[in-house]
């Protein structure tokens, strides 16, 4: 399995991203997949997850900001970042889950500064 993100840049505070993850490869019975992020000097963190059939979950720090979707015939992820706050700086990472097996993308950058 093979996860290309996009979609990260340079955006000031209050201000949105939309990033993308398109799943390519062996992804027949493609599990849950997500975005996973890792700001400077830390431990890389949950920030949304979704499974095959919609179930979603948050990180308590990006509820009611981000909205994580998945389109299963694209075997594409998104996560729609709105009123972004300095603190959502980090590597954002795309995360999908096979038959136990865990599959990262290169991860995009997201950077919230004025």
């Known amino acids: 399995v093979q996860l290309v993100e996009s979609g990260g840049g340079l955006v000031q505070p209050g201000g949105s991203l939309r990033l993308s993850c398109a799943a390519s490869?062996?992804?027949?019975?493609?599990?849950?997949m997500g975005w996973y992020r890792q700001a400077p000097g830390k431990q890389r963190e949950l920030a949304a997850i979704i499974t095959s059939s919609g179930t979603t979950t948050y990180a308590d720090s990006v509820k009611g900001r981000f909205t994580i979707s998945r389109d299963n015939a694209k075997n594409t992820v998104y996560l729609q970042m709105n009123s972004l706050k300095p603190e959502d700086t980090a590597v954002y990472y795309c995360n999908a889950i096979k038959f136990g097996v865990d599959y990262w993308g290169k991860g995009t950058r997201v950077t919230v500064s004025s």
């Open positions: 490869g062996s992804i027949f019975r493609l599990g849950p």
